[in-house]
T-cell receptor, first 113, second 112 residues
Framework: DQQVKQNSPSLSVQEGRISILNCDYTNSMFDYFLWYKKYPAEGPTFLISISSIKDKNEDGRFTVFLNKSAKHLSLHIVPSQPGDSAVYFCAASVTGTASKLTFGTGTRLQVTL | GEEVAQTPKHLVRGEGQKAKLYCAPIKGHSYVFWYQQVLKNEFKFLISFQNENVFDETGMPKERFSAKCLPNSPCSLEIQATKLEDSAVYFC??????????FGPGTRLTVL
């Protein structure tokens, strides 16, 4: 039972353009969402997060949007840079102590010149 | 330290052998998590600790997997009698609170 889904396994975007990565979830108990970036042979690196009390959070080139009614979130990267090429994972948790993360299966982003 | 450290980087075991993985969380972080990443990028939660206490072990295959976080020692994840299906990358993460988790570089376990 995949509670967090990233339906696009890959995405290719030109440098300078916007990258939009999508994530859907089914568990209505999730109230905290995170995006991680992962390079090969490295651990996931935290990018940005959002609590369910908000619908948008911005940090530099990265913005996460949350639509609770649709159980959907998206990560926008503007402008996209070649160094952004990596696998992006959406993760969700239920607020509480030592909350485990439930991950999506990732979207491989390639930013081309 | 400022980063989560995991050792070894790679581990090769014959089927039925024991495997032991180590994790040093970021100093000051009281929560430690173990995840297993298998094919197709799937991350599976195994176990979490709050200091040395097990908090959530719902993901652990208890018959062969065990984990500890003892004071003043790295946390450990041990697999007794490894099976081929245990081949995966095992990630450790730590956090200060119940929010953002910081991940280590992982240990790649190959069971032959």
């Amino acid at each position: 039972d995949q509670q967090v889904k990233q339906n696009s396994p890959s995405l290719s975007v030109q440098e300078g353009r916007i990258s939009i990565l999508n994530c859907d979830y089914t568990n209505s108990m999730f109230d905290y969402f995170l995006w991680y970036k992962k390079y090969p042979a490295e651990g996931p690196t935290f990018l940005i997060s959002i609590s369910s009390i908000k619908d948008k959070n911005e940090d530099g080139r990265f913005t996460v949007f949350l639509n609770k009614s649709a159980k959907h979130l998206s990560l926008h990267i503007v402008p996209s840079q070649p160094g952004d090429s990596a696998v992006y994972f959406c993760a969700a948790s239920v607020t509480g102590t030592a909350s485990k993360l439930t991950f999506g299966t990732g979207t491989r982003l390639q930013v081309t010149l | 330290g400022e980063e989560v450290a995991q050792t070894p980087k790679h581990l090769v075991r014959g089927e039925g052998q024991k495997a032991k993985l180590y994790c040093a969380p970021i100093k000051g972080h009281s929560y430690v998590f173990w995840y297993q990443q298998v094919l197709k990028n799937e991350f599976k939660f195994l176990i979490s600790f709050q200091n040395e206490n097990v908090f959530d072990e719902t993901g652990m295959p208890k018959e062969r997997f065990s984990a500890k976080c003892l004071p003043n020692s790295p946390c450990s994840l041990e697999i007794q009698a490894t099976k081929l299906e245990d081949s995966a990358v095992y990630f450790c993460a730590s956090s200060r609170g119940p929010r953002q988790q910081f991940f280590g570089p992982g240990t790649r376990l190959t069971v032959l």
